[in-house]
């Protein structure tokens, strides 16, 4: 299985500044995905980042916020922009894996938030 | 988005087999069923997929009725370290998206 790596792993961040998640795969990946997980609650699926093409967003989730990087196919970034504290939340990275059974995703750690 | 229901929380003593069921009725012939399942302070980890025929392995077993609207992953003898909110979760295919519901958490008693 992908071998996910994200950075920060923890950071804690002033009201109104922006923060840039960088999430490294250890193979090349087509699809990649970003989630937000907030305290005590489910994943929810803040965008799709396909290489070489823009990010695909769910419903309640924006570019201007969450602007995503996808340069090649090992390497991804998400940046949560204008903070707040509701903002403080885990911040995952996910990778698909395509194969004949079907395919699977993979998580990295997550990337776990405060704004204060 | 084809959606899936669980309880919020099931028990089981330790040693015991563990049944964990999930809905899925409105699921499409081609939707891979996925469990997963996140430990305390860590992303989310496969446990185990299936697509019409029960799968088995190192980790657990998945039934899936014949309709394939219902599905159970079944943990063959529970420890303390499988503690942890389990999540069945569709690949709605076409779609390429993989949302996740609520999980039922599982306590494992000692």
């Known amino acids: 299985s992908a071998v996910i790596s994200q950075k920060p792993s923890r950071d804690i961040c002033q009201r109104g500044t922006s923060l840039t998640i960088q999430c490294q795969v250890d193979s090349q990946v087509t699809m990649m995905f970003w989630y937000r997980q907030q305290p005590g609650q489910s994943l929810t699926l803040i965008a799709t980042a396909n290489q070489g093409s823009e990010a695909t967003y769910e419903s309640g989730f924006v570019i201007d916020k969450f602007p995503i990087s996808r340069p090649n196919l090992t390497f991804s970034t998400l940046t949560v922009s204008n903070m707040s504290p509701e903002d403080s939340s885990i911040y995952l990275c996910?990778?698909?894996?395509?194969?004949?059974?079907?395919?699977?995703?993979?998580f990295g750690e997550g990337s776990w938030l405060t704004v204060v | 988005d084809a959606k899936t229901t669980q309880p919020n929380s099931m028990e089981s003593n330790e040693e015991e087999p563990v049944h964990l069921p999930c809905n899925h009725s409105?699921?499409?012939?081609?939707?891979?069923i996925h469990w997963y399942r996140q430990l305390p302070s860590q992303g989310p980890e496969y446990v185990i997929h299936g697509l019409t025929s029960n799968v088995n392995n190192r980790m657990a077993s998945l039934a899936i009725a014949e309709d394939r609207k219902s599905s159970t992953l079944i943990l063959h003898r529970a420890t303390l370290r499988d503690a942890a909110v389990y999540y069945c979760i569709l690949d709605t295919s076409g779609t390429y998206k993989y949302i996740f519901g609520t999980g039922t958490r599982l306590k494992v008693l000692a």
């Open positions: 996910s990778v698909e894996e395509r194969r004949y059974s079907g395919n699977t995703i993979y």
């Open positions: 409105t699921i499409s012939g081609t939707d891979y």
